[in-house]
């Protein structure tokens, strides 16, 4: 399957500090990708999609100055947590999709390993 | 509105079979898919379904009836490294963004 990677995998910040994460589709090019977030026991839940060289569309309640996403090339997208605060901890975890019949028959979402974020 | 439920937990015996449910109501359907999560770690994909009927990948299987609104995921055989977490995903429609909408997850313990 498709490869992705997520950077870095685990990061701890000051509140008030603003943190970006990098991900990357390693092996095919990403017309698409998704960011979540997940909370300890709870599911997955969607945050934004990017699409290469477009505004990001967010989700219901999430602050787009809040959680900035930029997904530049076709093969990263960047997400970045301004004024992180301690409620903003949790597992971030992106995921990205080619175009149909891109990377696969089922335009399968492969997800990247995430990152943990702390925010003390 | 989007409503997709899972049991919350299963248990089953090494070497078992077990067979997790998942429930949709969704505006739009354009596949359902399984993944595995194993605690800390990313999703990784098990299994896509968009037409009814049963799908098999080894160990694995997944069934679905759209008229129903049902999927289920087979595991056959099971190991001790099958205790995760298993996640059913509904695609919405491509010209609303082809999302996945996740259901709360069933966490799997397999015990000896």
């Known amino acids: 399957g498709a490869v992705v990677s997520q950077h870095p995998s685990r990061v701890i910040c000051k509140s008030g500090t603003s943190v970006k994460i990098e991900c990357r589709s390693l092996?095919?090019?990403?017309?698409?990708m998704f960011w979540y977030r997940q909370f300890p026991k709870q599911s997955l839940m969607l945050m934004a999609t990017s699409n290469e060289g477009s505004k990001a569309t967010y989700e219901q309640g999430v602050e787009k100055d809040k959680f900035l996403i930029n997904h530049a090339s076709l093969t990263l997208s960047t997400l970045t947590v301004t004024s992180a605060h301690p409620e903003d901890s949790s597992f971030y975890i992106c995921?990205?999709?080619?175009?149909?019949?891109?990377?696969?028959?089922?335009?399968?979402?492969?997800f990247g390993p995430g990152t943990r974020l702390t925010v003390l | 509105g989007q409503n997709i439920d899972q049991p919350t937990e299963m248990t089953a015996t090494e070497g078992a079979i077990v067979q997790i449910n998942c429930t949709y109501q969704?505006?739009?359907?354009?596949?359902l898919f399984w993944y595995q999560q194993h605690a800390g770690e990313a999703p990784t994909f098990l299994s896509y379904?968009?037409?009814?009927g049963l799908e098999e990948k080894g160990r694995f299987s997944s069934f679905l009836s759209r008229s129903k609104g049902y999927s289920y995921l087979l595991l056959k055989e099971l190991q001790m490294k099958d205790s995760a977490s298993y996640l059913c995903a509904v695609r919405g429609r491509w010209n609303q963004g082809g999302k996945l909408i996740f259901g709360q997850g069933t966490e799997l313990s397999v015990k000896p």
């Open positions: 092996d095919f090019q990403a017309t698409t």
């Open positions: 995921s990205a999709r080619g175009g149909p019949g891109e990377d696969s028959s089922t335009d399968t979402q492969y």
């Open positions: 969704t505006s739009g359907f354009n596949g």
């Open positions: 379904n968009v037409l009814d």
